[in-house]
């Protein structure tokens, strides 16, 4: 009996991130180690990173960003449930911390996912591969949904979903990373669904 065939899909995130990351990356695509790349529309290369792209012909999707940095939306001019006073994202953990206990309008999670879209546009010149989640935001109660709707309503069909099994069994990893690891796979778990609903493809790692 033939086996099903399985595509490999092995994407490079932090595309934008700072020149030597983006470097190490454009490396391992020519070289065959990876065959894609995440775009961070807001980090501090963005627009090299997608020149390189372009030189190149990588592949290349979004890396969708509500954690680390500053907006690319609406909330860049004024108070947002998704910045600090500062004007900066919350951080990996405060985000979580925030959707967990409600104080986040979902509202100004879809302007800023459409603000980086549409950045990525203006960056590529077209809709990207696939979307998925800085630090796994697109997996978040509430966010999960919001992030599909806006994926279907721009006709993107792929994304990721960060399900490791067993992962609470990898004695080797320290309390805290096993922690966040388990609750990674917890949230991939229930947006399976509202993924499905809205006629996205996933991939897991």
Same mark, same amino acid.
């Given at each position: 009996m033939a086996w099903p065939r399985v595509r490999l #899909?092995? $994407?490079?995130?932090?595309?934008?991130? @700072?020149?030597? *990351?983006?470097? /190490?990356?454009v490396e391992a695509f020519l070289a065959g180690a990876v065959t894609s790349a995440s775009l961070l529309v807001n980090g501090a290369a !963005?627009?090299? !990173? !997608?020149?390189?792209? *372009?030189? %190149?012909?990588?592949? $290349? /999707?979004? %890396?969708?960003n509500l954690s680390e940095g500053r907006p690319m939306g609406p909330a860049r001019r004024g108070?947002?449930?998704l910045l600090s006073p500062e004007g900066f994202f919350l951080g990996k953990m405060g985000f979580r911390e925030a959707v967990a206990a409600g104080d986040v309008a979902l509202s100004q999670v879809r302007e800023e996912l459409e603000a980086q879209l549409s950045r990525f546009q203006?960056?590529?010149?077209?809709?990207? $591969? &696939? #979307?998925?989640? &800085?630090? &796994? #935001? &697109?997996?978040?109660? /509430?966010? @999960?949904? #919001?992030?599909?709707?806006?994926?279907?309503?721009? /006709?993107v069909r792929f994304t990721r979903l960060p399900l490791e099994r067993g992962i609470g069994s990898c004695t080797w990893l320290e309390a805290p990373?096993? !922690?966040f690891a388990c609750a990674v796979a917890h949230d991939a778990r229930a947006a399976a669904g509202p993924f499905s609903r809205r006629g996205l493809r996933?991939?897991?790692p």
């Open positions: #899909v092995i $994407t490079a995130d932090d595309f934008g991130y @700072c020149p030597r *990351r983006d470097e /190490g990356i !963005a627009e090299s !990173a !997608a020149e390189l792209a *372009r030189r %190149h012909q990588i592949p $290349t /999707g979004l %890396h969708a108070a947002s449930s203006e960056l590529l010149g077209g809709n990207p $591969t &696939h #979307v998925d989640g &800085h630090q &796994h #935001v &697109h997996v978040l109660p /509430g966010v @999960c949904q #919001v992030f599909a709707e806006a994926l279907q309503a721009h /006709g990373a096993r !922690a996933i991939y897991s």
